[in-house]
């Protein structure tokens, strides 16, 4: 059974770091790129990341751009979003994705709140 399990949410104040990191089981990890989305409030989702099974090559949104770093350690079977110089409009619920054998799975999402 695919399982996606992220951590490291919290109140973090502006112009904080924060990483989370999600805990992958259930599949080969190191054989599937994987993604970081986020769901703001009455504003819906959007992809803030990826990486490819290397961990090579990644991309962000623009509205992240430069301030997170997405990474994965497949010896771990985790993959990991570095969260730099925080804003207010950075405040979601933060979900790790994988689409494995034309599934899309999802964790259950860690809220970031940027606030003072």
């Known amino acids: 059974e695919v399982q996606l399990v992220e951590s490291g949410g919290g109140l973090v104040q502006p112009g904080g770091s924060t990483r989370l990191s999600c805990a992958a089981s259930g599949f080969i990890f190191s054989n599937y790129g994987m993604t970081w989305v986020r769901r703001v409030p009455e504003k819906g989702l959007e992809r803030v990341s990826t990486?490819?099974?290397?961990?090579?090559?990644?991309t962000y949104a623009d509205s992240v751009k430069g301030r997170f770093t997405i990474s994965r350690d497949n010896a771990k079977s985790t993959l990991y979003l570095q969260m730099n110089s925080l804003k207010p409009e950075d405040t979601a619920e933060y979900y790790c994705?994988?689409?494995?054998?034309?599934?899309?799975?999802w964790g259950q999402g860690t809220q970031v709140t940027v606030s003072s």
């Open positions: 990486i490819d099974i290397g961990g090579n090559s990644t």
């Open positions: 994705r994988a689409q494995v054998a034309g599934r899309v799975y």
